[in-house]
């Protein structure tokens, strides 16, 4: 099906929880979706039907476009069977955990499944590919309301965006500073020169009259740094062309300004810094150069892209959380674990 067919009809919203314990939230969330215009796939509005019930929850997963799913304090197995076919068919799943309060207890089976979400490296993770692009907490039924609408209306405009074309660089460092900002779970960056360790142009020059789209980015990236790479639950790969960096350093070297010799020495201290934060969170962080060109910055956020075309001024940006799972992956064989910040020093000729 098309996207204008897929836009023309209501999008279908499968409603997963425990049937008793969540009965209230389960009829605000049909009310919600009947008001914006959708259509709410849950067990209350099934006909009588000669196939059995859970195959018929099955085969309403397999036609959703959206599964919903709501948790508190019991995870009954038809919600699991509901949330394994969800996940086998990558569909994206929204979920939204109600509060505890009080002496409220979840049960074991559910917090096990909470954490298994919560942990990319889990074996639940890997063998169902939850696709969970919509997580949020509520505990009144107001706070459900608005959480409900907020993630449909959230999830509907990223399944029905558009690629973004970029024209001009500018446009291109603002794409890139918007997805750093909202990264929270992965940012991989690709440079032609590492403007992490070389600055904002024009180099050597006080920040007040940084080139302002690089300034910003690069100062949103240091931000990213310090308050997500101590986290266990996100990946960080910074790389950058050789090359490129090697040729760059050279043309600065040739112009031999005076401030050189102290910019030098601010990289290689900004090497040794960031290969340090590298081994303070092994598994997490991974800075480095390789061999390999780029044709201009390239980055990948949580579930948007931006990637510069044929070494212009032209990109192309999109969210897509499966494609920027596959990005990721290719930025991955890049890296080389042995090139240590003496390494990158010597390969860049910045040795005192």
């Not at 036609?63 to 569909?91: G, Q």
């Not at 509520?138 to 990223?158: K, M, P, Q, S, V």
């Amino acid at each position: 099906m098309s996207r204008t067919e897929q836009q023309s009809r209501s999008i279908r919203v499968f409603i997963s929880s425990d049937m008793q314990e969540l009965e209230a939230e389960r009829e605000i969330a049909r009310e919600v979706l009947h008001e914006a215009g959708h259509s709410p796939l849950a067990f209350e509005l099934f006909p009588a039907s000669s196939s059995s019930a859970p195959r018929a929850y099955i085969e309403a997963v397999e036609n959703c476009d959206i599964f919903v799913a709501i948790l508190w304090k019991t995870l009954r197995p038809a919600v699991v069977a509901e949330l394994e076919e969800a996940a086998k068919l990558h569909k994206p799943i929204l979920l939204f955990l109600k509060r505890l309060k009080d002496n409220e207890r979840r049960g074991r089976q559910l917090e096990s499944l909470l954490a298994k979400i919560g942990n990319r490296n889990s074996q639940l993770q890997d063998a169902l590919d939850l696709d969970v692009v919509y997580k949020s907490e509520f505990r009144t039924l107001a706070e459900w309301r608005e959480c409900l609408r907020d993630g449909i209306r959230n999830e509907i405009a990223r399944l029905f965006s558009k690629p973004e074309p970029i024209m001009n660089p500018i446009a291109m460092y603002d794409c890139g500073t918007k997805i750093i900002r909202f990264a929270k779970r992965r940012l991989y960056l690709f440079q032609k020169m590492p403007s992490l360790l070389l600055g904002p142009r024009p180099y050597g020059q006080p920040k007040t009259r940084a080139i302002r789209h690089e300034k910003q980015f690069v100062e949103a990236l240091e931000r990213w740094i310090v308050a997500n790479c101590p986290r266990q639950d996100c990946e960080f790969y910074y790389l950058f062309s050789a090359q490129e960096t090697v040729k760059e350093i050279q043309d600065l070297k040739n112009k031999n300004p005076s401030w050189l010799p102290h910019f030098l020495q601010k990289i290689r201290k900004k090497i040794k810094s960031y290969k340090n934060i590298e081994k303070k969170h092994p598994g997490n962080i991974f800075i480095g150069m390789t061999e390999e060109r780029a044709s201009g910055p390239n980055i990948v956020g949580d579930d948007q892209y931006a990637i510069w075309l044929f070494g212009r001024a032209m990109a192309i940006s999109h969210v897509g959380v499966k494609v920027c799972d596959m990005i990721s992956q290719i930025y991955q064989t890049l890296y080389d674990p042995d090139m240590s910040a003496d390494k990158i020093i010597e390969k860049l000729e910045l040795q005192e």
